[in-house]
């Protein structure tokens, strides 16, 4: 009984490990603002010890790639650069609509529905990350990570 136990530690330990280093992206979507312009929204969770820190995103579908923050004065939202997203160590970070994102400018082709936008995640000390974020413009801003069930359930309390 124990060598079974055993074994099947061996096999899922290397899994584990990997699974537990580095940065995980999730969640992860573009929409277009107009055929010009978009941005790209994730949840970044950070499987290291130490914090780390988004400093710069790369990719090809636009001219200008930049990070984004959204601050509403004076009851208008304005968007400004921010130098670096910081993740905190075992923690996670949440760019969302109306406030941090990936913003592209002066996009090569307007972000339609169905396509993917590869974007390249610089994180310093941290490492580089590669992700393909599929492109949805239907997507409901306020329920980020929720899906039907979430959803039903609302519904239901009231
Ligand atoms: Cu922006």
């Known amino acids: 009984m124990r060598t079974v136990v055993f074994a099947a530690m061996a096999v899922l330990m290397p899994y584990a490990a990997s699974a537990h280093d580095g940065m995980a992206v999730k969640d992860a979507y ?15 969770e950070n499987h290291r010890k130490v914090d780390c820190t988004l400093q710069d995103v790369a990719s090809d579908a636009a ?29 996670e970070y949440l760019m969302q609509r109306g406030g941090d994102h990936v913003m592209m400018m002066g996009l090569k082709a307007p972000l339609e529905d169905g396509q993917t936008v590869k974007l390249t995640l610089d994180f310093g000390d941290c490492g580089t990350e590669e992700v393909e974020v599929p492109v949805d413009n239907q997507r409901d801003a306020g329920h980020a990570g929720h899906g039907d069930a979430d959803m039903k359930d609302e519904h239901a309390d009231h």
């Open 30 to 44: 573009a929409r277009g603002a107009n055929p010009k312009s978009g941005a790209a929204f994730m949840l970044l």
């Open 63 to 91: 001219e200008r790639v930049l990070l984004h923050t959204s601050e509403e004065t004076d009851g208008i939202m304005k968007m400004q650069s921010v130098e670096g997203i910081t993740i905190p160590a075992e923690g």
